[in-house]
Structures are given as C-alpha cells and as structure tokens.
C-alpha cells in the first residue's frame, strides 16, 4: 500500500473514532463548564446506545432510534441532576453510579426483550443506521491524486453524526463565548455566588448544562450502535466516556482544545490499531498497549502540571449553597 | 484627612427617604439578630452603620439585599413599600451591594462581569457594545475609571471594589451598599474609595457604609446609625459626634468586664520576635518588622482593627503559617530558621489557642474526649504500647471538663453537641493542661456567653500569676484592657506603638488603632 | 446559621444504609416486574442461592472476600478525605506482585509463600496508589481522576504483560501457566476436613480468614492508633490538622498506600485462592463494588464486612437467576451495585433530611431535649 493512501485510512479512522469521542467530550464540557463533574459520561453514552439499537431494531427507524437515545441520556442526565444539584449529592458517585447501573440494565433489558444474550438485533434493515453519505464525483475523485483521495476518504462517505460532531466544535464555542447563556454558562462553574447575586438562578442554569450534555450524549450513543456499529453488544463504550473526560482535561476545558485531544486520542487509537504486530524499523514491534495508554499517561501529566496545565472550573464538584 | 463639607448637594427636603427601614425584625434560631431596626437614608447622602463584629449589620444588609428574609418590618424605598425576597427584586427596586467578598467572576473580563444577569439579549455583542458605551459614561461621571477589557483576576483589590460599584450602577442602583468596603483596601485605595462616594453623593445616590473602622465614619458619612447586640443604639449626624462617641456607643458601658488581678510581675524572657515578616500566597506582606518580647508572668495584648495583622502573628508563632522573614527565638532556638511544626512547638512547651476555633482548633464531629487530647495525640500519657490508650483519654477529658466546668461533662460526646462558650473552655483546658510556658491565644472569648467570658478570664490571670507568659489577640478592646499588662498595637501589619496598661485608654488605643503613632512608651 | 440536626448513631449507620438498600431493591423488583418476572421469585432465588446451600454460602464469601479488601481500601482512603476510584487498578498490579510471588517462589514452602505473596502483593498495590497519591499531595492532582486515569493505565500494562512477557508459552489465551502447589491458598473445605468437618468444596479458602484479619486490622488502625488518630483528624478537617501538626500532604500519601495495600490483598483470594494463575481483567470489577461496599458499610470495618456479603450474596445469588429466570441474567446484579451507590452515596440526603426531621419530631413529641 502507498504510504499517503496509509495515512489517509489512519486518518478516516481517525475520524470514526473521535466522533464519539467528541460529542461525549462536548456533552462533559457543558456540564463541567456549568460546575457539574460528569463522571455520567460513560453511562449515559452506554444507555443511549442500547436504547437507540433497540428502538431502530423495533421500529425501523434509526430517527426514532436517535430520540430514544437522547431521551434515555438525558433521563440518566437528570437523575444525575436530581441527586447533585437538588440534593446536592456527591457528583462523583453519582456519575459513578449511573454508569454502572447502566452497565447492568443495558443487557439485562436487551435479554429480556430481544433473547439474544443481551445484544439488540442486528441492524440491517434499510434505515436502521446512519449510514455512509457519499458526496458527488466521490468514487471519480478517489482516482485521482492525494486531494481527491482526501476528498473521498475523509469529506466524503460519513455518516451524518460525524457531520454533527464536527459542526457542534463551533457551534458550541459560539454558544460558550458569543451568548448570554454561555456566559452565564461559564460564570456558574467559576463563581455561583457571583451568579446568584446577579439575580441568576443557579440550579436552573445547571439544570440546563446537565439536560445539554445529556443530549449530546445521546448522539455520541447512537452513533456507537446504529452507525459505528450495526447493533448494541455489552460494555460497547469500553471507555470512551472516560476517554472523553480525559479529552476534555486535555483540552483544558476549551471546546477548539478539545477537539485537538479528541483528534490525538482517537489517532493513537487507530494508529494502535494499525501497528498490531508491525515491526517498525529501529525500534521493531511496539506494543499497542503502550499506544493505548497514551491518552491517560497524557492527561495525568497534564494533571501534575508537567506539559502545561489545565485549570478547572473553580467551582466544579461543590455542592451550591447560599 | 481633609475635611470636605458634609452637606448633602442636593435634596428636597420633602423627599421621601431614598431607603427606609421600618421595624426589621430577624432571629436565626436561638440568636436574635435584628431587633425591629429602623432608619433612613436620603437621596444624596453617605449613611454610615457602624458596630462591633456580631452586631448584626451584615443581617440587616443582607435583609435589605434579598439574601434574607426578614421575620417582621418593612422596606421602603424612595417613599414605596417593597417586597424584597431575591437580589433580582432588589436590583429591581434600585438596590445594588458591594459585598465584602466580591461577587466576580475571576477569569472574566470587567466588561462580562458587568454585563452578567443583565446581557441585554440572546447574544452578548450588542449588550456588550451598548454596555461599553455606558460604563463610559459612568467612568466620566463618577471617576470610575476602569479597563473593560482587562481579566478581573490580574486587578488589584481595589479596580476590583470598582468593578462591583459599576456593576451596582449599571444595574441602575439609587441605593449603593458597601459592606466592609475598606477592610481590604490600602489605606491610599481607601481614599480613593471615599472620593468616588463622595462623587455618588454628588449625583444623588444614597450610600450606606456598613463598617466597624471609626476613621471611615468621620471621613466620609453624613449621618451614622450604631448598631449593638442586633439593635439599633444611636443614630447621630456625624458632625454631631467624635470617635470617642461611637466608640462609647459601640462598645456600652454596661457590659465592661471587672476581673480582679494584681499588677504583673514579669519575670525572665521566655519568647523573642525579631524583625518578623509574612507574605502570603499572593506576596502581599501581611506582617512587616514585627519586634517585641514576651516574659514570664505577663500577658501582653495585641489589640488592631480586624485585619491588621494579629491573625498572622499568631499563626506564624504557633507554626501554622511560613513566615518570610525574621526570627522567633524560643527555649534558645530559633522557630523560624529550624522551621519547626506546630506539633514541635507545642513540645518545647509553647501552645495556642487558635482565634477560628470550629475552622482550626477543634474537629466538631469527633467526640470531645478526641478534641481534648488534638495536637497531644502523640504524647506517652494517651498512648500505650503502640495504641491509643482510650482509658487515659477518657479520664483525661473527664478531669478537664471538671476542672473547667464544662457542662455536660460527658467526653464521649460528639464536639458539636456543646455550646461555644463548652468548646472553647474544653480548648483551653487542653492547651493549659499541657502546661506550657508560652500561651498563644487569639479571641478567647469569641461566640462564649457572658458566665464563661468571666471564667476564662479569671483562669488566664491565674495562669498568669502562676508565671506563664501569654500573648493574647482579640478584637474586643475590652478584653484586652481586662487582661493584658502591656498592650501592642497592630496597624497595617506593623506594630505602631506600645501601652503599659496604666498608661492605655480606649482613646489612645482607638487612635493607635487607626493608624495613629503613639510615642512608644517604654 | 444552626448546625444540622444529627441522627441517632444507630440510625446513621443502621437505619439510613437499610432505607437505602430498600429503596435500591424496590426499584430493582420494579425493573425486574417490568421485565415481566415476579420480583419476589427473583429475590427469593438469589436468597436460595445465596445462602440456601453450603456450596451458596461458600461462593457468597469467597466473592465477599474480594470485596472486603476492595471495601477497606475505599474506606481508609475516605477516612483521610480522598476517594480512590483506582482500587480496581490497584488490586490488580497488586495481583501481578502476589501472582509473581507464586510464579516464581512458588515451590518453596506455603508458609513462607504466603507472607511473601501477601506483602508483594500490598507493596505492588501501594506502588500503584502512591503516584495519584503523591500527585494529590504535592500537585495537587484530582485524586479522582488520577486513580480513574490509572485504572486504565493498568489494564493496558497487565496486557501487556500478559500477552507479551508472562504468558505460558505455546498457548494462546493471555494468561501464565498455573501456580506450583504450594503457592495455593488452602481451600475451605480442605482445612474443615482437617479439623474433620465435610463441607462442599468451593473457591472459598483461606483469603477470607485473611481479609478478616485485614478487617481487624483497619479497625484498629483507624480507630485505636494515633495514626489512624491523625488520619482521621486530617480527612475531616485539614486546618485542624496543620494547626494539631499533622501534615496532610503525608496523610494524604499514607492513606493511600495503606488504601493500595489493602486494594492488593483481592489477588490472594482470586490468584492464589481460585484462579491458581495470573489472567487478564481478574478484578472484573471488585473494585468498583468497593465503592457500593463502603458506602453501605458507612465506612466502618463491620459495616464494610457486612455489606461486603451482602454483595456476595447478590453476585452468587445473581447467577442462579439466569438458569431459572428466562429473562434474568447476573447483569442484574450490576443494576441492583449502581442503585446501591446511587442511594447509599449521591441520594442520602434524599431520606436524611425527612428522617432528621422525623426523630426531631419524635423527640419533640416526648420532650427530649
């Protein structure tokens, strides 16, 4: 294989890896940014893709598999809500808690409704997933040199979610730094006090941030089963949630940042992927392993202040009370 | 301090008041914070509301803000009765604060920080442009120079203090609150303060300084309302008064404290402090060339405006604070060269008793029995072989508890079940039990009730008497007059002077206090 | 303004973990009818299963066992104010230390094993808490995230190792070639047949007794030492602690060690005690339900013990319903852990405050204070 047609597959994976990726870790910014740590991720990302499979399975509809999905997010978001900000529960072991309930609902529903071991059915029916969009001339252009190729492998051929990933990056840092409630937004997580006094509430703009990550957190789940993937197997997010607040981290709480670390991250992932059993000159087989745990070695010494540092949101994890 | 005319600019003398309180009532269980306060403040008019920590000041803004409800009375403002349940109503009803505490968000910009809970629409650009255009306008009008693009973190303390005033004036405030607005300030942005007020009065506006500093009261207000035990006690025009009027106000004759001592006999030095200074985090110096020594059989009070630096020297003798520079010289070493922790300190024989009891001295959800022993937990009397010898913590409590009367005497209890005035007797019984040469205390009698304050003092005297040396920080003049032989005081981080107790009255301490240099008696 | 009103300390520890844990199986019978099975048949079941026969009973320890090493480590981590997530990390480099005790020392005599095994396993365990906890202590760090951070850390290490370095050569599956005799851990049923007790073989062996002891251990330490003291003092108020002369930053560092030691102790039970090898992912979540254990155990080595069963009652119980309930599996069991931690950790306040608000009525009413 010619090396730029190798760097333009790492790259396309790339690109499938860090949409989920990246809406996740959008989903987390809202609700960090708004104070609220979002340990929920994992779940909620979990729960959405075992209820969009399962509502695309039964009806048909990977649409109406995409609202149950965030209907399932952000019903687990609000319950993360309820305990956190109404009675100001530890958000940690909230977010903990609902991940792990869901880690067990998700095939025990499966089981109980579709007998299949805990998968939903596989989706193979016309509209059951979000399928690849190819653009015009795609399949000509393939023919032609690198920008064709790029055109082809990377513009064209994703799936509408991906779309959706790359357009939220802007449009959510519009939302952050453009708008009124981006700056409240952004003042509840640093100074709920400060937001209090101005005659905000509080409670309501969190509310809101959590309800947001939520949804977005819907999509990240969807597109696991019904795009990524062809149906909802146990444990699918194998991490990501937590990949994603690492990615979050790693963009210093900043959405342009973050899409940089979702980028890097789902590139060690496919470059992983890529180099499984390759001897490479010099250093010979490099153990994927080590690739794969970049990611997390990078954050913590981003945590420690090594390679640079990452400042939260001063008020992120205490409870609001006058 | 120039003196500027304290004739209000402009008001009709029919006007309805621009804030009138009618009959504030508040009680936070037990404690009743406001007695059915009532005053007013015209339009044009800096109105000063002075008393002693706990006097209930902050209650009554916080009332007035929205933060509180109050049990009973009635807010009017310009003349109109207001429902006042939420800082939103009271914005509304042209009521802005500037806490004590700023409400900034730190990493915003001022123009943000203005614009927050009013953006004038979905989208900021156009509330930001027009609110750049009105702070100019405020800037020209009112001295409140600013830079509107500048991070409100990298603003000194006092740019800080402007950006809440502009932020009350933006919101259209008639009536601006400044709760302890100079406690903060250098004294140079404390002026600078002033000038702006005077500049708000100038265009109408009804300023209420709410403060405990006498100075500020004289500089700048018209008219002062004296607050004590939650109650209204005086309310003079200022020119009407002097310092030592309010103090008298302030501080009553009724409750001066009587204990019986005999005149100190000082013995040798135990405790000497050379050119001792601290910085904190932000490298502001908190503490500069403090020199002074302490001897046995003496108690030497450390009296100061809150803020002055007494909570710092204590901390830094006791170990808890770093100081930067300076020496502590103690049982012939050198505190601050050998960097000796608290748990060290206290073995050579120098114990304290920290101002912020619940914060530091005590862990209120452990039982009394822990508490008693915290900070000796590792001496041989509570330990046996290796464990926690629970027999001799228990006794050793009980025994304190006898011996300080504390009530009920059960160590096994959890801390918080006790009163203040229990705690801290448990506290002193523990630092006193260890019997140590040197006695750190800061507010000994802070949050204890009147039958504990003459118990605790009658054993510090006793103690006393028995050859202990001890420094003792308060912000109660009171006490310090009770007590202390020699008394210090603290202005600006610095001791400014030196009273025998003969020597001293209230108003030469008040006047030390404030900044004034004494001739330093020897 | 008032501090809160307090609970009795029997209905802190006692009354409010049952509240909880009701509510928990409440809403897990409502998922389970919803399913459309009985929920009283389901829970009956897992009871059966559970603790209805030796063999139940011997599996409900043996999975109590891990959970009783993974609860202490949350617990003494707690007690100094920290929450370790990193249990299930550190319990499973813990496991590497003891595993290679038993690969490679294996032959020489059990009783010199053991104590080898035990003490790798602690030092490998601790190795692994130290750097989130120096971290917290010197940069601080967000312990919780760290310790999340190094979860995965040590899952991609042990992979490797696994794959790479350790695996039985000639075979595919990651995992090493099994322990020499002596480096197992007595079983139950073969140390009851010593003292001439016949009861049905099952995983459970010495580990527990083991983590027993552990238990003693903690209890002592955090509530009989000054250490523990200190600790203590350090978690609850660290103003306090600097003001008592207590470093926090070494508390925090301590606590953690002691925090991955403990962690460490699961791979005695599972290593030594039943899998008799090193393979991938063998903490399958043990210290996750750490979590849920301290949580319900409030903390406190009993309470930590007790509910520590009680979940190995749920995991051995949970998979007796799969054989005999069509629609159930053991993934149940997962649901029922994260209402728990849900209840018992996030939503306390939920019932605290009406249960506060009861026993001041109560007490009102009979004029107590």
């Known amino acids: 294989m010619e090396t730029y047609t190798l760097i333009v597959l790492l790259m396309a994976a790339t690109i499938r890896m860090a949409t989920p990726l990246l809406l996740a870790a ?45 209907l399932t997010a952000v019903a687990l978001a609000l319950v993360i809500g309820y305990a956190c900000i109404t009675h100001r529960g530890n958000q940690v072991v909230a977010g903990m808690a609902v991940t792990i309930m869901v880690v067990g609902l998700g095939p025990t529903l ?118 990524a993937s062809s149906g909802f197997v146990r444990d699918m997010t194998a991490g990501k949630g937590y990949l994603a607040l690492a990615a979050l981290i790693f963009g210093k709480w900043k959405p342009w940042p973050t899409l940089g670390a ?40 981003l945590l420690a202040g090594f390679v640079g540092q990452a400042v939260a949101p001063k008020a992120i994890g205490v409870p609001y009370s006058k | 301090m120039s003196k500027e005319p304290a004739a209000p600019p402009f008001t009709p003398p029919d006007a309805p008041p621009a804030l009138e309180l009618r009959g504030i ?137 402007r950006v809440e005033i502009l932020k009350a004036l933006y919101r259209g405030a008639e009536v601006l609150i400044l709760d302890e607005p100079t406690a903060v300030l250098t004294p140079h942005e404390a002026n600078q303060l002033f000038t702006m007020l005077r500049a708000l009065r100038a265009q109408g506006k009804a300023v209420i300084l709410v403060t405990h500093k006498l100075r500020e009261i004289m500089a700048v207000t018209d008219r002062v309302t004296v607050m004590k035990q939650g109650a209204v006690v005086a309310e003079v025009a200022t020119r009407e008064t002097s310092p030592r009027g309010l103090a008298e106000h302030m501080v009553g004759r009724a409750v001066l404290l009587q204990v019986e001592k005999r005149p100190a006999r000082p013995g040798a030095v135990l405790l000497t ?109 509570f330990n046996r072989g290796g464990l926690r010898d629970e027999a001799a913590i228990l006794a050793a409590c009980a025994a304190k ?66 050859g202990k040396a001890m420094l003792l920080v308060s912000v109660e003049l009171d006490e310090i007059l009770a007590l202390a032989d020699r008394i210090l005081v603290m202005n600006g981080g610095e001791i400014i002077g030196e009273l025998s107790r003969a020597d001293a009255t209230e108003e030469k301490i008040g006047l030390m206090m404030a900044g004034v240099r004494a001739e330093v008696s020897a | 303004m008032n501090a809160p009103a307090k609970l009795p300390r029997w209905a802190e520890l006692g009354l409010l973990p049952l509240i909880n844990l009701g509510v928990a199986l409440v809403l897990a019978g409502l998922i389970i009818k919803i399913l459309g099975e009985s929920p009283l048949a389901a829970f009956k079941l897992m009871a059966t299963g559970a603790l209805g026969t030796q063999e139940g009973i011997g599996y409900t320890l043996y999975y109590a066992t891990n959970f009783i090493f993974t609860g202490l480590a949350v617990a003494v981590a707690y007690h100094a104010g920290l929450f370790n997530i990193g249990a299930e990390g550190q319990a499973y480099i813990g496991g590497l230390g003891t595993g290679l005790v038993c690969l490679y020392l294996g032959t020489w005599p059990f009783w010199v094993v053991l104590p080898l095994a035990v003490l790798a396993g602690a030092i490998f365990g601790a190795g692994w808490a130290f750097i989130p906890a120096w971290l917290q202590a010197r940069r601080g760090s967000h312990i919780v995230i760290t310790t999340i951070m190094f979860n995965f850390i040590a899952a991609a290490l042990m992979t490797y190792l696994l794959v790479n370095v350790l695996i039985k050569p000639g075979q595919q599956s990651p995992e090493t070639r099994e322990f020499s005799a002596n480096a197992v851990m007595p079983a139950a049923h073969e140390l009851f047949a010593k003292i001439g007790i016949t009861v049905v073989a099952t995983p459970l062996n010495l580990a527990f007794g083991l983590a027993l002891v552990a238990a003693t251990g903690v209890w002592i330490f955090i509530w009989r030492t000054r250490w523990g003291f200190a600790l203590r003092v350090a978690g609850a108020n660290p103003a306090a602690a600097v003001y008592a002369g207590i470093s926090p930053p070494r508390i925090i560092v301590g606590a953690m060690l002691i925090s991955g030691a403990l962690a460490g102790g699961l791979g005695l039970n599972e290593l030594m005690g039943s899998q008799h090898r090193i393979l991938m992912d063998f903490p399958s979540g043990a210290g996750f339900v750490g979590i849920a254990v301290a949580l319900m155990g409030r903390n406190h080595p009993v309470g930590i013990v007790v509910a520590a069963v009680l979940f190995g009652a749920l995991y051995q119980g949970g998979s007796q319903l799969s054989f005999d309930l069509p629609k159930i599996n053991r993934d149940m069991v997962v649901v029922i852990q994260g209402l728990v931690i849900l209840l018992c950790g996030a939503m306390e306040n939920i019932f605290r405050a009406p249960l506060t608000a009861l026993f001041a009525h109560v007490r009102a009413e009979k004029g107590i204070e």
């Open chain 1, 26 to 70: 959008m989903a987390g910014l809202f609700s960090e940014r708004s104070g609220v740590i979002d340990l929920g991720l994992e779940g909620k990302m979990l729960g959405a893709a075992f209820a969009a499979a399962a509502v695309s399975a039964t009806t048909g509809s990977v649409w109406l598999g995409l609202g149950a999905g965030i």
């Open chain 1, 110 to 227: 499966g089981l109980a409704w579709f007998n299949l071991g805990g998968q939903t059915p596989q989706l193979d029916g016309a509209g059951q997933r979000f399928t690849s969009l190819v653009w015009p001339w795609a399949e000509t252009a393939r023919e032609m040199p690198l920008p064709g190729l790029l055109y082809a492998e990377l513009l064209s051929g994703q799936n509408l979610l991906v779309y959706f990933a790359a357009a939220l990056v802007p449009f959510s840092a519009w939302i952050f730094y453009r708008t009124r409630f981006g700056l409240r937004l952004r003042a509840v997580g640093e100074n709920p006090h400060a937001v209090d006094t101005a005659g905000i509430s509080v409670n309501g703009l969190r509310y809101q941030a959590v309800i947001i990550s939520g949804v977005l957190c819907g999509f990240a789940g969807t597109y696991l089963s019904t795009a």
């Open chain 1, 262 to 301: 979702c980028l890097l991250f789902a590139f060690t992932d496919a470059l992983a992927t890529r180099l499984q059993g390759v001897a490479l000159p010099v250093v010979g087989v490099v153990p994927v392993q080590f690739i794969l745990a970049l990611p997390y070695v990078l954050t913590v010494l």
């Open chain 2, 25 to 161: 009532d508040k009680r936070f269980g037990a404690v009743h914070a406001n007695r059915a306060i009532t005053f007013a403040v015209a339009a044009g008019s800096i109105h000063g509301l002075i008393g002693e920590n706990g006097a209930g000041k902050s209650t009554l803004m916080n009332i007035v803000y929205g933060f509180h409800r109050a049990d009973a009375g009635e807010i009017r403002v310009q003349g109109r009765a207001v429902e006042i349940g939420s800082p939103q109503e009271a914005i509304a009803a042209g009521i802005g604060m500037v806490h004590q505490h700023f409400m900034l968000v730190e990493n915003f910009t001022v123009l943000e920080n203005v614009v927050l809970g009013v953006e004038g629409g979905a989208l900021l650009a156009g509330g930001l442009a027009a609110a750049r255009a009105e702070l100019g306008r405020l800037a020209r009008d009112y001295g409140l120079e600013v830079p509107l693009d500048a991070v409100v973190s990298e603003l000194s303390v006092g740019l800080q203090q």
């Open chain 2, 273 to 381: 402090v050379k050119a001792l200074e601290v910085q904190d985090r932000l490298g502001v110096v908190r503490l500069k060339n403090v020199s002074f020594a302490l001897r046995a059989g003496e108690i030497v009070g450390i009296a100061g405006v809150a803020g002055n630096g007494q909570s710092e020297l204590l901390e830094v003798l006791a170990g808890t604070r770093a100081a930067s520079r300076g020496e502590i010289s103690f049982g012939g070493r050198d505190l601050v060269r050998e960097q000796l922790d608290p748990r060290a300190r206290r073995a050579f024989g120098l114990a304290h008793v920290p101002e912020d009891r619940l914060r530091m001295g005590v862990v209120a959800g452990f039982s009394a029995a822990d508490n008693a022993m915290l900070g000796y937990h590792d001496a041989a009397r």
């Open chain 2, 401 to 466: 508890m006898a011996e300080f009367d504390v009530r009920p005497s059960r160590p096994e209890l959890r801390l918080a079940a006790f009163s203040g005035g229990n705690q801290q007797k448990l506290v002193l019984a523990r630092e006193i039990d260890a019997d140590p040469a040197v006695l750190l205390i800061g507010q000994p009698t802070r949050g204890v009730d009147i039958g504990a304050i003459e118990f605790i003092h009658k054993r510090l005297i006793a103690l006393r008497d028995a």
